[in-house]
């Protein structure tokens, strides 16, 4: 049984900084690629930022880039999402996952395992 357990949200103001942290288990982390996704009250799921298994290869969305920076532990098998410059438009559900691949990927129906998410607010 896989499991993602993010943790790290919570209430931060515009322009502070926050880390997201997504435990995995029960699968072998370092062989698959992982990505954030987050999801605002009526709107989709969107890509956030995704790392390649080996850490090497990072991609992210372009509102967040040069703000936000995706990474992995392997020792503990969990991946972060650091998010700085924190804008009212980035408060959402932050979604974990972990992708049927090595290779990175944006597309959310590439990715097998979900955690159930964690809220971030961001107060103007």
């Known amino acids: 049984q896989v499991q993602l357990v993010e943790s790290g949200g919570g209430l931060v103001q515009a322009r502070g900084s926050m880390r997201l942290s997504c435990v995995v288990s029960?699968?072998?982390?370092?062989?698959?690629?992982m990505g954030w996704f987050r999801q605002a009250p009526g709107k989709e799921r969107e890509f956030v930022a995704t790392i390649s298994a080996s850490g090497h290869v990072t991609a992210y969305a372009d509102s967040v880039k040069g703000r936000f920076t995706i990474s992995r532990d392997s020792t503990k098998n969990t991946v972060y999402l650091q998010m700085n410059s924190l804008k009212a438009e980035d408060g959402a559900v932050y979604y974990c996952?972990?992708?049927?691949?090595?290779?990175?990927?944006?597309?959310?129906?590439?990715?097998?395992?979900w955690g159930q998410g964690t809220q971030v607010t961001v107060s103007s």
């Open positions: 996952a972990a992708a049927r691949v090595m290779t990175i990927r944006r597309d959310a129906g590439d990715y097998a395992y």
């Open positions: 029960g699968r072998t982390f370092s062989d698959q690629a």
